[in-house]
């Protein structure tokens, strides 16, 4: 075996052992819930122009992450019970759009750090 086709080797079986979570986003039964877990963390990652800045993921891991919530049932997304609070055990729940929009806080307040 050439030295190129090793490294390439190697390579791959390191991108494998990076993947936390590789059955879970293809788990018919869980692939809502990674959905909602990864969009979750990339919010809070990317700050989405402000509004996510203090916002933090306390999740260690999906498996935790699913352990609480379950699978995602239909017609329902990922919602923080206390919308100042953190993405963090206790504080999330699948709720429908309509729960959703019944939860956010009115135009104009002010966030209370």
């Known amino acids: 075996m050439s030295i190129k086709i090793q490294r390439k080797k190697e390579r791959l079986s390191l991108r494998k052992l990076k993947i936390k979570n590789p059955c879970a986003k293809h788990d018919p039964v869980k692939a809502g819930a990674w959905k909602s877990y990864y969009n979750a963390k990339q919010r809070c990652r990317s700050g989405h122009g402000g509004y996510y800045d203090n916002i933090e993921f306390k999740y260690n891991s999906f498996e935790q992450f699913f352990k609480e919530l379950g699978p995602r049932p239909e017609g329902k997304t990922l919602d923080r019970i206390n919308n100042l609070g953190h993405y963090e055990p206790g504080n999330v729940r699948w709720s429908t ?13 002010a966030l209370i750090q």
């Open 97 to 109: 759009h309509e729960e959703q929009c019944n939860n956010r806080r009115k135009r104009g307040t």
